[in-house]
C-alpha cells in the first residue's frame, strides 16, 4: 500500500511544532523539544504508520532521544521504524538498533543489528554514518571468522 499524504490542517501543524521543536533545541530546552516531536507524533491519524511522512518523524524522534542518552526511548523508536512500510534491504533500522546498542554497552546485540546492516547495504548503508559504526560491524565480522 503506497504511502499517504497527511490531511493539510495536519501538515500545517507539523510545520508549526517543527519550528516550536526547532526553537527548543536551540536554546536548550529538552523538554520542550521532545513535547513537540511527541504532539506531531499524537497528530497523526490511525495508521500512524503509513503516512509518506511517519518514517521521518520516527528518524527524528529516535535521533532526539539518541542525542539526550535515553537509550530506552530511542529503541523503543527504532522499533517503531520496523512498523512503517520499510524500503526492501533497507539497512537503515538495523543500523538504529545497532547505534542504540553499542551506545549503552550491549556489544552483542549492536553486532547483530550492525552486521545485519552490512549484509543488506555493505559500505552504502553506513553512508552518512559515525565510522565507527562500520568500523565495529567489520571487527565483529572478523571475530566471528576467526
Known sequence: MPAKEL???IGQKEIEYGRLYQQAIKSNDCQKA???LLLVWGLYPESKYLWSS???LI??????YLAQKNYLQAEFWARELFKCELLENDPEPYIMLGKVYLESGREQLAAKELIKAYEMGGRRGYVGED?????FALDQMKKATK
Open 34 to 36: 521532545e513535547k513537540m
Open 7 to 9: 490531511p493539510p490542517e
Open 59 to 64: 528518524k527524528d524522534i529516535f535521533n532526539f
Open 54 to 56: 511517519s518514517m521521518s
Open 131 to 135: 565510522p565507527k559504526y562500520l568500523k
